[in-house]
């Protein structure tokens, strides 16, 4: 980094400049998931955010309400909770999600539970 560009950086925030923080080990990825399919039953170690980018998707804590998730909408899920998500019936969905660390893989979700009603 030259002086110049380092000032022209700096010139881009206020009160300070942020440090850049490693990140070899966040995992993003972009999920298409076909209407009527989902994720079986997992956790991550460290958390996880998801963002919906296109079409509907549904999401669900373990003994949670079932959610529809939106463009737009931002969904945290807390290290060691587990959870589900995936597309809703009727649409397909593309999903962006972030995480660190370890997944633990559950069993598959059952049709009862991901076709109830979800929580508007």
């Keep these: ?7 022209a950086q700096q010139s ?3 009160g300070g400049t942020p440090s850049q923080l490693d990140v070899k080990a ?8 076909p ?4 994720s079986n039953w997992h956790s991550h170690s460290n958390g996880q955010l998801l963002m919906l980018e296109e079409g509907l998707g549904r999401t ?8 529809e ?11 060691g909770v587990e959870h589900w998500h995936g597309a809703a019936p009727d649409q ?3 999903q962006l999600t972030i995480y660190e660390g370890d997944v633990k893989w ?15």
């Design 69 to 79: 998730m939106r463009p737009g909408e931002p969904r945290y899920t807390k290290a």
């Design 92 to 94: 397909d969905s593309v």
């Design 12 to 14: 881009n925030f206020v």
């Design 106 to 120: 559950l069993e598959p979700v059952s049709d009862a539970v991901y076709k109830a009603a979800p929580k508007k």
């Design 35 to 38: 209407a009527g399919s989902r």
């Design 26 to 33: 966040v995992r993003t990825l972009r999920l298409k998931f």
């Design 60 to 67: 669900q804590d373990r003994n949670g309400p079932l959610l």
């Design 1 to 7: 980094i030259t002086l110049a560009s380092a000032a």
